[in-house]
């Protein structure tokens, strides 16, 4: 089988797979990277959002063959670039406005929310409501108002 190389969460990693696997099962199945969700498989819901060179993406819809050995993905696991140490300011502002309820959406809906900001800071401002109305993560519960209040507070952190 072809050999793939690319940079998970700070650190190089090879995987022995097929071309045409998705990325999302080389997380979960083969690494043991289990924040990215699986919901649809076909980038809709986004419950596996991630980061690829900062940039938000589905990775259920990224065959591994697609990435290169500089290729930087990052997950949930990820996010606060101190793997064991506190929480990224998005992560806190969730637990600060309790959006939560089954869970289930939020690694992808705080990996938005955290490249939603980003890109508004790129561009030289703060997050908007129009920024907000970009984001198509789905949640089963509803908690869409909590989720924009969060993503609101969570940009003032950083």
């Not at 990693?13 to 099962?25: M, P």
């Not at 990775?59 to 990435?67: E, I, N, W």
């Amino acid at each position: 089988m072809p050999e793939h190389t690319f940079i998970l969460n700070g650190e190089s990693v090879t995987v022995d797979i097929e071309d045409d696997v998705r990325l999302l099962w080389v997380l979960r199945d083969v690494l043991g990277v289990t924040g990215p969700m699986y919901g649809c498989g076909i980038g809709v819901c986004q419950a596996c959002t991630s980061h690829i060179n900062g940039k938000a993406f589905n990775p259920c819809s990224v065959p591994v063959k697609d990435l290169r050995p500089t290729d930087e993905v990052t997950t949930i696991e990820g996010l606060p670039a101190t793997v064991g140490g506190g929480l990224h300011p998005m992560q806190e502002a969730w637990l600060e406005y309790d959006v939560a309820q089954c869970g289930y959406c939020q690694p992808g809906q705080i990996m938005t929310a955290v490249a939603k900001v980003r890109q508004a800071r790129a561009e030289g401002r703060e997050i908007s409501e129009a920024d907000l109305d970009e984001i198509r993560n789905v949640c089963r519960c509803g908690t869409y108002h909590r989720i924009r209040e969060a993503i609101v507070a969570g940009s003032k952190k950083y």
